[in-house]
């Protein structure tokens, strides 16, 4: 059993140390304010610039659409070329075309380029090239020029297309997008900065005091803790939750150093009274070669009852131990541990008949010792129930039997041990496993299927009743195969 210093000594091992800062919940709140400020960011700039540009582009093909109704108001559409750069200029365009009826007429034209102008229509213009067009036009080539066409809206026609140098957009573009980032990015800022002072006033504030409640709980349960607040939200009930937790764990430690403190003594009790019953078992001893009738009438009572208290200071001990040593498996054939078990359980010189169904060369990975502990402690608990059955004797039924039967199932060896006893009785069933309940009458102590079953849990197995009745008991062990 531990004592106090060693589970406070486990806990303190259990709890992490304090998380550096770079690696703390504040520090990475803040790297995802930060990211969700710029993914805000770019949805606003993005749109921005694509309405922007599209807008740029529209307002020059509306004055060049005016431009070109004035022309067509000339006598045969003639304009002088110092009146066409005048348009022109004003239109801020180099060319003007009109598609009708699938004819295009040249309105407004302007010298030769250096470069094919890019075509950009904005009558069926989808979403992706309505948000890259701004970029292509922010990063393109200096000397690119853009060739735009729209459905016209102060004349007839099917479209009115446009010449322009992208240079001039470029650089309203490239204003914008300043002027648009500054303010976008102030005011990102500002409400980023807003939501992480609220997530740090309701989330870390309290999470760090939850944590400050934990370290200082495992430096010092005894210390009282802060009181929990009377907030209403999940962070106030976990505080009240926590502080409710720490208080059961005091007083479980609490009992575990009363129980430490007594487990000691016990352990001392146990040791000077196994010293004295080797004495009185060598007294008897002695007194076996005596010829007086009353001593040889009285003598196996005796022996019965050191014999008794000796196993209950033994098992007690076991029990009593802090806990139990890792299992080391070893590959073990399993009838050769069956009667080696038999043996210490007393099963030789007994009236119980050990019956092994067991296939050959059947084997199981489970450390030696331990598994012989099971398996004595269940053959030594059935011999006691049959060997304790007054009617058994009574109805003549002869001498009892355990059977020991092994198979593998999902993977697993599974062992049965059946006897054919009286059963277990209804009203210790449910408690069957606890420590101090037995079944195997008064010679029983009550801790022999407490043990066994946490020497199989520490093979990652399990030992459960599967039938008790009349007609005897089967108890099944679990181990790794």
Same mark, same amino acid.
């Given at each position: ?48 610039? @694509?309405?922007?540009?599209? $807008?740029? +582009?529209?307002?020059? =093909?509306?004055?060049?659409? #005016?431009? !070109?109704? *004035?022309?067509? /108001? ?91 140098? @992208?240079?001039?957009?470029? $650089?309203? +573009?490239?204003?914008? =997008?300043?002027?648009?980032? #500054?303010? !976008?990015? *102030?005011?990102? /800022? ?114 019965? /009852? ?176």
């Amino acid at each position: 059993m531990m004592t106090r210093a060693e589970v406070l000594d486990r806990m303190r091992g259990l709890w992490p140390p304090r998380v550096p800062a770079r690696r703390g919940l504040a520090w990475r709140l803040l790297l995802l304010t930060v990211a969700f400020t710029l993914a805000v960011e770019a949805l606003i700039v993005a749109p921005g610039a @694509a309405s922007f540009h599209e $807008r740029w +582009l529209l307002d020059r =093909l509306q004055a060049a659409e #005016l431009a !070109s109704v *004035g022309v067509e /108001a000339l006598p045969y559409s003639m304009v002088e070329p110092d009146v066409a750069e005048d348009l022109l200029a004003i239109g801020g365009v180099q060319a003007v075309v009109v598609g009708e009826q699938g004819v295009r007429r040249l309105l407004l034209q302007a010298p030769n380029l250096p470069r094919a102008p890019d075509l950009i229509d904005l009558r069926r213009r989808d979403l992706a090239a309505r948000l890259t067009d701004p970029w292509t036009t922010l990063f393109g080539h200096p000397d690119r020029s853009l060739r735009v066409q729209a459905r016209p809206r102060y004349r007839s026609g099917d479209y009115v297309e446009i010449l322009a140098p @992208a240079e001039p957009l470029k $650089r309203e +573009l490239a204003a914008y =997008l300043a002027n648009s980032l #500054l303010l !976008s990015l *102030g005011l990102s /800022a500002l409400a980023g900065l807003l939501l992480y002072a609220g997530l740090a006033f309701l989330v870390l504030r309290p999470l760090r005091r939850v944590t400050q409640s934990i370290e200082s709980f495992a430096a010092d349960p005894e210390a009282p803790g802060p009181a929990p607040t009377d907030r209403g939200d999940e962070i106030g009930q976990v505080e009240r939750e926590l502080a409710r937790m720490q208080e059961e764990v005091r007083q479980s430690l609490r009992s575990r150093a009363r129980l430490a403190a007594l487990g000691e003594a016990v352990a001392k009790i146990n040791h000077d009274l196994r010293n004295m019953l080797t004495s009185a078992q060598l007294a008897s001893e002695r007194l076996s070669a005596s010829s007086d009738p009353q001593v040889a009438k009285t003598l196996p009572r005796l022996e019965r /009852a050191l014999g008794r208290a000796a196993s209950l200071t033994r098992n007690v001990l076991d029990y009593g131990k802090s806990e139990e040593p890792p299992a080391e498996l070893h590959r073990l054939a399993l009838a050769p541990a069956v009667v080696a078990a038999a043996e210490d359980a007393g099963l030789d010189g007994s009236e119980v008949r050990l019956v092994r169904a067991i296939p050959a060369r059947f084997s199981v990975r489970a450390d030696p010792d331990q598994l012989n502990r099971i398996l004595v402690n269940l053959l030594r608990n059935a011999r006691q129930v049959i060997e304790a059955d007054a009617a058994r004797k009574a109805v003549g039924r002869g001498k009892g039997r355990i059977r020991v039967s092994a198979e593998t199932r999902d993977g697993r060896a599974v062992i049965r041990i059946a006897d054919d006893g009286p059963g277990i009785p209804e009203r210790i069933r449910a408690r069957l496993f606890q420590p101090f309940v037995s079944a195997a009458g008064p010679e029983g102590t009550g801790l022999g299927l407490s043990i066994a079953r946490e020497l199989a849990a520490g093979h990652r197995g399990d030992l459960r009743l599967v039938e008790t009745g009349p007609a005897g008991t089967t108890f099944e062990l679990t181990l790794p195969n």
